[in-house]
């Protein structure tokens, strides 16, 4: 799929990972509507893009959030690409993180994510493409990070399933799985403390890598050997009937 006049919504655009997404899919010719929760930083990212409409949203309210694709589609005409990098973090031992925390980070990270992705597969069109961020994490367990890293997980097990439910209908189903990168996230838990992490990465390269992917149907973006973005088309597993 050509990115040039390709119509997307990037969900998270406030954010440091979404809103550089949503900065290269307008450079590279893309018609983009941005959706976010802060509207003064939604604001200034459409201003920079010249977005045709922004969309404000609550990661809480998941009828608004499965609802924003649809809404995109009529600003752009179609829907072509959904992209939503959305989340929150907390830490604490898995025994010590209160109930309440863990909701957040449940409905952050999973809930509304799979509400967006949901509403994206039934607008948009056959040859499109719609994709999740969840992070390496999903991989490797960090201390202190069990309820973020069950809520990513969450995230991964939906995609993989819609993975499969849509290859017969051309539909690509990409999830991101970037490391630690220096954009401040971990800085801002809602609980707890980070524990010491690697350097984060450049995230400039994975957003660049992660458009990519999802323009070139990769359906699992990860670190490689030396560290790298690495796109990959998944076994094609059969479709149940």
Known sequence: MDIRGARVLVVGATGELGGRLAVLAADGGA???????????????????????????????????????????????????????????????????????EEHLMTVNALAPLAVLRGAIRAIRPGGAVGGVTGIVVERPIATAGAYRASKTALTGWLETARLEQRRHHLTVLEARPPHLATGFAERAVAGTPPRLPAGADPQPWAAAILEALFSGAELLRPGPDGSPLPSALARAATPS
């Not at 809404?71 to 929150?88: C, K, M, N, T, W």
């Open 31 to 101: 018609r983009v509507v941005p959706a976010g929760r802060d509207t003064g930083r939604l604001d200034a990212v459409a201003r920079r893009i010249g977005a045709p409409d922004t969309l404000a949203f609550d990661a809480y309210d998941l009828d608004l959030c499965s609802a924003l694709a649809e809404r995109a589609a009529r600003h752009l005409g179609g829907l072509d690409a959904v992209a939503v990098s959305i989340g929150a973090v907390a830490f604490g031992r898995c025994e010590e993180l209160p109930a309440g925390i």
